[in-house]
């Protein structure tokens, strides 16, 4: 149970915008920062046999007496992004201002270079990729901004993965679109700032989640990672949501323009 006399954002009219929020690191960061008194808005893309699972974890983030606001939605069209951004406007008022931003979009191409086990990645296959999850980052930062819907202090954060390095069969369209996301929340971080608005990457270690299940051979990387991590375990997605909490609070200000392992040291073996 939280308690409530301590939540760090609490009677703030601020709000937490999560572009993919309905499962995983996305989903585990909304309920964290709900927990702390931030109010969310979620995009999210979601089949209808799924949402009953969802609305339960909406009551569940509204009983932590915040508001919770939710749009099944493409996040990559411009008109539907438009269209959002326009309503989250009229709701929230002019009290109410967007404390931190939340990229969690994990809609990448899973097909091998050499056509292995089906059609090969194509270029359209890595544009479709890059579109969803690097470049709709700076759609929605640019959108938010030329709306004035910031806070005075703002947290970009995008969640990144070891594939911006290592090279994995299959994962070359997630590879680039990750590299391609760091560079953009980079540029976020210098050419935004004079607005009061700080940029990150989390690097998240090997997660199970359900977007991790979809990547071939992901059995095969959760038990090496079972043996080399330094405590022998996943990390979680409440591990990131730690994380994500503590980049929102006001002692982070000065952390811009940079990429958080969050592995439990997993990267250094």
């Given at each position: ?28 960061s ?47 069209r ?34 091998s ?98 977007s ?8 095969k ?12 375990r ?36």
């Amino acid at each position: 149970m939280v308690n409530i006399s301590h939540r760090t954002f609490a009677d703030k009219q601020e709000w937490a915008l999560i572009l993919g929020g309905s499962s995983g690191l996305g989903l585990a960061s909304a309920k964290k920062l709900a927990s702390h008194g931030m109010n969310i808005v979620i995009m999210h893309r979601d089949r209808r046999s799924e949402m009953a699972q969802f609305n339960k974890e909406i009551e569940g983030m509204q009983s932590m007496g915040v508001e919770v606001m939710s749009y099944n939605i493409d996040i990559t069209r411009a008109d539907r992004r438009i269209e959002a951004i326009k309503d989250i406007s009229n709701h929230i008022g002019t009290e109410g201002r967007i404390k931190t931003l939340i990229h969690s979009i994990a809609r990448g191409n899973l097909k091998s270079m050499d056509g292995d086990g089906g059609s090969a990645l194509s270029s359209d296959d890595f544009k479709v990729t890059l579109n969803a999850m690097a470049i709709s980052l700076y759609d929605w930062v640019k959108s938010l901004h030329e709306q004035k819907l910031y806070a005075a202090d703002v947290r970009i954060i995008s969640f990144t993965s070891e594939g911006n390095t290592r090279v994995w069969k299959n994962y070359a369209a997630v590879s680039a679109a990750k590299v391609a996301l760091e560079s953009i929340s980079r540029s976020i971080a210098l050419e935004f700032a004079p607005y009061g608005i700080k940029s990150n990457c989390i690097q998240a270690g090997v997660t199970d989640t359900q977007s991790f299940r979809l990547i071939p051979g992901h059995e095969k990387m959760k038990d090496h990672t079972l043996k080399r991590n330094p405590y022998q375990r996943l990390t979680t997605p409440e591990d990131v949501a730690d994380v994500v909490y503590l980049l929102c609070r006001d002692e982070a200000r000065w952390i811009n323009g940079t990429i958080i392992p969050v592995d439990g040291g997993e990267r250094i073996v």
